[in-house]
């Protein structure tokens, strides 16, 4: 049976904070934490598939077309790269299946593909892909508001 404690704010902080230090202390990476009390994560990939398609002036169902023109392709690269970072449970074949069951070869060549887009630093990639990045951290963030408090150590 899971039982439930109610820990103070103070509390958690400290939680947080001590967590940080070990963290620190063993790999030398330093961190922010933020611990939400009663917090259950409600986002799905369908919906981060919506808010990138229409951050990029495209509908939903733009993903499983079959269309190889650059504003498609990098409307998949993107999100199979946002797919792949914010739902590391999903495989290769998860996300091809987003994409109107694609092979799992080709989500991981548009894998390659938006990283070295990112790391030669084309710029019309790059902004089409910080655009996304900004929305889809206000989505986020609009989750992480709208349950509990958030406490930031």
């Given amino acids: 049976m899971k039982k439930s ?28 934490l933020v611990l939400c009390s009663g917090y259950e994560y409600s986002k799905s990939p369908e919906s981060m ?12 169902t733009c993903y499983k ?12 690269f993107i999100a ?3 797919l792949r970072t914010y739902f590391p449970t999903l495989t290769l074949l998860n996300i091809s299946h987003y994409f109107g069951a694609l092979d799992h070869a080709t989500i991981i060549n548009g894998l390659t593909r938006t990283n070295e887009l990112l790391a030669t630093g ?7 892909y910080e ?18 408090s958030a406490i930031s150590a």
Wanted: proline residues 1%; positive net charge.
């Fill in 5 to 32: 404690v109610k820990i103070d704010s103070s509390s958690t902080r400290g939680i947080a904070r001590s967590a940080q230090r070990k963290i620190q202390r063993n790999t030398g990476a330093t961190m922010n």
């Fill in 49 to 60: 598939l919506q808010v990138i398609a229409g951050t990029l002036g495209m509908d939903a």
């Fill in 65 to 76: 077309q079959r269309s190889r023109s650059r504003p498609f392709v990098e409307l998949r």
């Fill in 80 to 82: 199979s790269h946002f």
């Fill in 122 to 128: 084309d710029e019309r990639f790059l902004t089409k």
């Fill in 131 to 148: 655009t996304v990045l900004n929305s889809v951290n206000q989505w986020l963030q609009k989750e992480m508001l709208g349950y509990g």
